[in-house]
Antibody
Framework: QVQLVESGGGLVKPGGSLRLSCAAS????????MSWIRQAPGKGLEWLSH????????YYADSVKGRFTISRDNAKNSLYLQMNSLRAEDTAVYYC?????????????WGQGTMVTVSS | DIQMTQSPSSLSASVGDRVTITCRAS??????LNWYQQKPGKAPKLLIY???SLQSGVPSRFSGSGSGTDFTLTISSLQPEDLATYYC?????????FGQGTKVEIK
């Protein structure tokens, strides 16, 4: 079935780095825009970044621009989020989500999320 | 950035009640408005897209309406499994932004 599975979360010290992965299955990954969205504990949803199907078009939220890098490997059906210079306020559940073929008008499939905790 | 404001922040209703949640955008977003349901401890799930289109597999008791700046999500007959937080999200421009959420509790 159509599925997204995130991995790579964990505990990291402020200023540290972490790389999240999202493995896609059950659909043609290379035909879809993909996004990362996070949710701080007890808070709402915050869109972070999206990448086009080819990887050529990328957008970031101001809150992570310059610190996070989104990428994808269509041959491996995988999406990535490299997170550097992590701060306590980056503590959240990180979700990958599927967009459409021509953009991210909707997030129709979500992974189960991976928890990132930034603490000394 | 486009700000999305939901009301109420929370509500409590009985099984069978009609429930309405509103979402207001800080500027015109045409019909680029989606609704998501997030059950406790789970990932969000797409319910309604383009303001009023029901996502495949979503029960017909859910409906959406509105355009421009004002939108509504309606649950026609609240069920116990509808216990969740509901979020609106605009897809008119980047950054994509979400409302703060409306928590629906069952009396």
């Amino acid at each position: 079935q159509v599925q997204l599975v995130e991995s790579g979360g964990g505990l990291v010290k402020p200023g540290g780095s972490l790389r999240l992965s999202c493995a896609a299955s059950g659909f043609t990954f290379s035909e879809h825009y993909m996004s990362w969205i996070r949710q701080a504990p007890g808070k709402g949803l915050e869109w972070l970044s999206h990448i086009s199907s080819s990887g050529k078009t990328i957008y970031y939220a101001d809150s992570v621009k310059g610190r996070f890098t989104i990428s994808r490997d269509n041959a491996k059906n995988s999406l990535y989020l490299q997170m550097n210079s992590l701060r306590a306020e980056d503590t959240a559940v990180y979700y990958c989500a599927r967009g459409g073929a021509t953009g991210v008008r909707i997030f129709d499939i979500w992974g189960q999320g991976t928890m990132v905790t930034v603490s000394s | 950035d486009i700000q999305m404001t939901q009301s109420p922040s929370s509500l409590s209703a009985s099984v069978g009640d009609r429930v309405t949640i509103t979402c207001r955008a800080s500027q015109n977003i045409d019909s680029y408005l989606n609704w998501y349901q997030q059950k406790p401890g789970k990932a969000p799930k797409l319910l309604i897209y383009a303001a009023s289109s029901l996502q495949s597999g979503v029960p017909s008791r859910f409906s959406g309406s509105g355009s421009g700046t004002d939108f509504t999500l309606t649950i026609s007959s609240l069920q116990p499994e509808d216990l969740a937080t509901y979020y609106c999200q605009q897809s008119y421009s980047s950054p994509r932004t979400f409302g703060q959420g409306t928590k629906v509790e069952i009396k």
